[in-house]
C-alpha cells in the first residue's frame, strides 16, 4: 500500500507521550516530515535522539496545548519550516484526578477540557486555514473510548472526550468540501505511561500487573490493553489518501468492546 506521505509536514501534538512517541515513529517510517511538541525540551531532545530521524525531517516545539499563542506559534513554525502543514494529529490528553462528582470542582474540569477540548479548538482553528490554501489536509484527534463510553469517577475525562468527538464531527462538516477531513481513533485502554497513572490512581500504589490487567483489560473481549503501535497505525491511516472518503469518523479501538453495545 502506497501512503502517499513522503515529504508530507505532519505535526503531532503530545509527542513525548507513549501513544505520540509510536504516531511520531510511524509517520517517520512513511517519509513524513515530522513536528512535534512536547511541554519539555529535554523529552522532545529525547525523543528525537530515540527516533534517529534525519534533522531535515524533524522540528521540536515546547508547547502547552491549553494556551493559544503557543499552539499557534508551532503551527506557524512548522509551516515556516517546511512551507505546508499536511495531517495535524492532536494527541495531547490528561486523564484528570479520579474523583466523585460531589468531590469535583469547576477547576477539576478546567483543567482536563484546557487541554482534551480546548487544544484541539486552537489547534485546528490554526492549521485548516493553511490546508485550505493547499486544498487538502487530514486531521486526526486521538480520543478516547471515553468518547462513547462513561467511567465512574471519571467525569471530567469522560465528558471531554465526548465533546472533542462533537466538536471533530462538527468541524470535518465545516471542511467536507475543501478536501480536508477530520476523524477521530478511540482507543480503549492503552499499554502506556498514561495507563500506569490511571491504574495507581484506581489500585493504589503497589498494584501488581495482573490486579491492573483483571481490573482492566478484563473490561475488553480480547481481554488485553491496545499497542501503542495499534493505535500509530489507525493514525497514519486516516491521515493517508487510503482514507480519503473517510470523513467525520470515529474509529474505536477496544479488541471488540463496541459490539457489546
Known amino acids: 500500500m502506497n501512503s502517499n506521505l513522503k515529504d508530507k509536514v505532519v505535526l503531532v501534538t503530545g509527542a513525548t507521550g507513549g501513544i505520540g512517541k509510536e504516531v511520531a515513529e510511524a509517520f517517520l517510517a512513511e517519509g513524513a516530515k515530522v513536528a512535534m511538541t512536547s511541554r519539555t525540551q ?11 530521524a534525519p534533522a531535515d525531517h524533524v522540528a521540536t516545539f515546547i508547547v502547552d496545548v491549553s494556551k493559544e499563542e503557543e499552539v499557534k506559534a508551532a503551527i506557524e513554525g512548522a509551516i515556516a519550516k517546511w512551507g505546508s502543514l499536511d495531517v495535524l494529529v492532536n494527541n495531547s490528553g490528561d486523564n484528570g484526578n479520579y474523583k466523585p462528582i460531589v468531590d469535583l470542582t469547576k477547576e477539576d474540569f478546567l483543567k482536563v477540557y484546557d487541554v482534551n477540548v480546548f487544544g484541539l479548538v486552537y489547534s485546528m482553528k490554526y492549521a485548516i486555514p493553511q490546508m485550505r490554501k493547499q486544498g487538502k489536509g487530514a486531521v486526526v484527534n486521538i480520543t478516547s473510548e471515553g468518547e462513547f463510553v462513561g467511567a465512574a469517577g471519571m467525569a471530567p475525562y469522560c465528558s471531554s472526550k465526548h465533546a472533542a468527538g462533537g466538536l471533530s464531527k ?4 465545516e471542511v467536507a468540501k475543501e478536501n480536508i477531513r477530520v476523524n477521530t ?9 498514561m495507563m500506569r497513572r490511571i491504574e495507581e490512581q484506581w489500585l493504589g500504589k503497589g498494584y501488581t500487573r495482573e490486579q491492573a490487567l483483571a481490573t482492566f483489560a478484563a473490561q475488553y473481549p480480547d481481554g488485553k490493553y491496545a499497542d501503542p503501535k495499534e493505535v500509530a497505525t489507525a493514525t497514519v491511516f486516516l491521515a493517508s489518501d487510503l482514507a480519503g ?6 474509529i474505536r479501538i477496544d479488541g471488540g468492546k463496541v459490539a457489546m453495545g
Open 245 to 250: 472518503h473517510i470523513n467525520g469518523a470515529s
Open 170 to 173: 462538527c468541524v470535518a462538516l
Open 42 to 52: 529535554a523529552k522532545l531532545d529525547a525523543l528525537v535522539a530515540e527516533l534517529g
Open 185 to 193: 481513533i478511540c482507543p480503549g485502554a492503552v499499554d502506556t505511561p
